[in-house]
């Protein structure tokens, strides 16, 4: 009988290992037909239609549309913005045949739909009445990186790109904090991961944005992983793409510009800030399959009737709950195969527990064991689930706290940095500081800045310049 | 004051002009920057995903889970099975660049994905335990067409595929025919349009299937549009693609494939069914605004409290609904462009009205007006909605009975087919037969096959030969 699942590497043996191996064991993708582009299997797509269904609900409370434009841009409308096209250009897949023909112009599979959203909107806006312009897309994008990893950096992934238009550069810059809060809210309602948010660095921020902000989580390898980016563009592109509008004045205006996204890229901050040596370990709130129901000696009296009748009632109770009733595996191998896909509660019913009228949860979360009422069961699993999300937080906060660390020299921010985890300086925010920083660390990044301002008079130690910011540093993905 | 959108084309002047105003007009979508690529706007989105919300709960009770796969497909595998690739070579949109670099092999932009669907069963299946694979892909293709026509023919649409593999014939072919029902459900319950449903001839079949079934409606200009499939592959993809697994007996089996598959085309179905010459006509339940209220003279004392009153109160009973308070618009430029836009309920707030405790509503399916007492309507507004919906129906299922004739001869049947609709006549089934059909009638082919049997000894009126099926004919899209 297979008890545990041995074809995993241990976490902390070779975390990237482990990692690759949850992705793949646990059936959330399987590497696709072409080099870096993957299948995103049904249990990794469920948990990414649970933020999409979490995100729909909150854009749509500040007035977001959902639209979808074209998967490819001209490449003469690709190369118009100049700071935007030099983040890009490197990594673009580009089809030159249609049809059996050569293509009079290349078309780009877009990267990133800036350019397409700035000519629609050139062709489409007219009016100030037309303002706000709240749009967002879910669709794929293809980068033509060299090295991959799934969900975290792929030739293809899925994500959401919000790009609005806005009159006042007061409402964009309200417009790119608010979905910051949604993306932040995002963590802790949803995955249970503590965010650090805040902007950008200068040298950090997005190719052609005036301001860019962030959600950074860490993971359990000490790495910082960027989960979700809104910028601020003000006009830039709205004047590289000739987007205008009559204003109240009658005037022609250019529209200020945001975008906001964030991608499959959650999936693997869930793996990489939950999972264990056993697996995955899901938050409740995107588990497709919040409860498994493990009959035990099935064949025997009652054991398959009350199984049947529990899932009958967690399934009308709204819980994702599924029996597994396979007489072809044993109950252990069953057990494993739920652990390693990070299912939240097994319950098992068995004649002995039957007879006392008696259930025994199992929580994913710690592996501890719990007996409950047959007949309490219903009732109590929304509670439990709740009370697991707030403790995988509450981990995860714990974890998030204890490894950030202070430091106010060079030398110390170094040191710190190799126990992984954040480090936290005041610094002067120049990109020649900066690139000094990543050298001396061996590539840590300034990851974003936090709300606290420098104590007046604090230097920054690369530099010894007044320092204007305290920052997060680390190692990241 | 505009009272009525003087630049749309009429219906029954130029119903193709006609159809590409209404699209535009009442912003479903807009030219991308690529010819014959589109740009979903939001109102033409919102529309989609409410048939995305109907399928996916009517795909998961039959244990359907959505996956997502590659946007490419190298060349090499793309050209395995060859019907299908004859099928979609000329219409291919090809990468050859990546990176900076010539590929190694071209990519194709996914057309339909039978191709990466095969190659992941190939993967990913090992057992009959693993059996049926029930899967789906919400996604855009490619197809690289020449002429191109907003939702009806397009370079790049959205659509649901579904791929899946069963143990047995028996099986497939009972999925084929249950998703075929959904869609003709879809039509029923949603769009208020409906179907014939059957399976296509041999001719008209899918490049790859042994058998296609599909639902087909009438548009008001006389012409029929293919609006789902549904294929039955048996087992020629498993061949191609070595698509095998362990079964029941420990030998190793080919399973049986199906795919079905409904796209943004549906889009062009409900406008061209249901749409007036004063624009879109929207089914309800798929309305993206289902009420509009328009305050008239709203600085007059209480308009405005009594209009936002009953929007809060429609919006917490789950109506779509919106409050125009836009005061540099006149009510009569509102009422022009609601009604573009085809919302099925105009509701009308001003003093008079308001002095006597009502309000008018405006139904856009006939342009009737009904007062009610302002306190009735929230309670009313449900069932007015779901008449409307079923009054939509029966004036589409009438028409198209009226327009469904039967003919007996060839000569009948062209002259029938003149003033558009459906013709059914008994017929032999042979592809010969099918293009003499075509040739004489100018372009009509062979849309489904009825549910009825030929009586006994009815010949074929093209060949002379035995009859075996009856078979509705028609122009189409």
Redesign the interface.
């Known amino acids: 009988m297979k008890m545990k699942n041995e074809a995993i590497t241990g976490r902390d043996v070779d975390f990237a290992q482990w990692y690759t191996d949850v992705c793949r064991k646990a059936e959330l993708m399987?590497y696709?037909?072409?080099k870096g582009?993957?299948?995103?299997?049904?249990y990794g797509?469920?948990i990414?239609?649970e933020i999409q269904a979490y995100l729909n609900v909150r854009f749509k409370e500040f007035g977001t549309?959902?639209?979808?434009?074209?998967?490819?841009?001209?490449m003469s409308?690709f190369n118009k913005e100049k700071e935007h096209v030099e983040g890009f250009?490197?990594?673009?897949?580009?089809?030159?045949?249609?049809?059996?023909k050569k293509l009079d112009e290349?078309?780009v599979?877009r990267p990133t739909s800036e350019v397409?959203f700035s000519?629609?909107y050139r062709?489409?806006l007219s009016s100030y009445?037309d303002l706000p312009k709240i749009?967002n897309q879910w669709?794929?994008v293809?980068r033509?990186e060299?090295t991959t990893r799934p969900f975290l950096r792929g030739a293809?992934f899925?994500w959401q790109e919000g790009h609005c238009l806005f009159e006042t550069a007061e409402d964009a810059e309200k417009n790119t904090l608010q979905v910051l809060d949604v993306y932040y809210e995002l963590g802790k309602d949803l995955l249970a991961i503590p965010f650090l948010k805040g902007r950008k660095t200068q040298h950090e921020k997005f190719a052609g944005a005036m301001d860019t902000y962030t959600v950074e989580a860490l993971m359990h390898d000490g790495k910082a992983l960027q989960c979700g980016t809104s910028h601020y563009f003000g006009t830039g592109f709205s004047e590289a793409y000739e987007i205008s509008y009559q204003g109240r004045a009658n005037k022609l205006e250019r529209p200020y510009y945001t975008t906001w996204g964030v991608s499959t890229r959650l999936l693997g901050a869930i793996i990489m800030v939950h999972g264990d040596d056993n697996g995955l370990v899901l938050p409740p709130k995107v588990a497709p399959i919040q409860v498994v129901i493990v009959p035990v000696r099935q064949k025997e009296n009652g054991v398959m009737e009350a199984s049947q009748k529990l899932y009958e009632e967690l399934k009308k109770k709204g819980i994702r709950v599924k029996l597994d009733a396979?007489d072809?595996r044993t109950p252990g191998w069953k057990f494993s195969e739920y652990e390693m896909k990070g299912v939240p509660l097994r319950i098992e019913i068995g004649p002995r527990d039957l007879e006392n009228k008696l259930a025994t949860i199992s929580y994913r979360v710690d592996g501890s064991k719990h007996t409950y009422p047959l007949d309490e069961i219903t009732e109590k699993v929304p509670a439990i689930l709740e009370d697991i999300h707030q403790r995988m937080y509450q981990r995860a906060q714990n974890s998030l706290q204890e490894r950030t660390k202070e430091a106010h020299s060079l030398e110390e921010l170094n040191e710190l940095l190799k126990d992984g985890g954040f480090v936290k300086m005041a610094f002067c925010e120049k990109e020649e500081c900066e690139l000094k920083i990543k050298e001396l660390t061996g590539g840590a990044t300034a990851r974003c800045i936090a709300e606290e301002k420098p104590a007046p008079g604090t230097k920054c130690p690369v530099c010894g310049e007044e320092a204007t910011i305290v920052c997060y540093f680390a190692k990241a993905y």
Do not use: H
């Open positions: 399987d696709g037909s072409v582009f993957i299948d995103y299997l049904p797509y469920a990414w239609e549309q959902n639209v979808y434009l074209p998967t490819v841009i001209p409308l250009a490197p990594e673009i897949l580009v089809c030159t045949v249609g049809g059996g290349p078309l599979i397409l000519d629609m062709r489409t009445r749009y669709c794929s293809v033509w060299k293809e899925l396979d072809t």
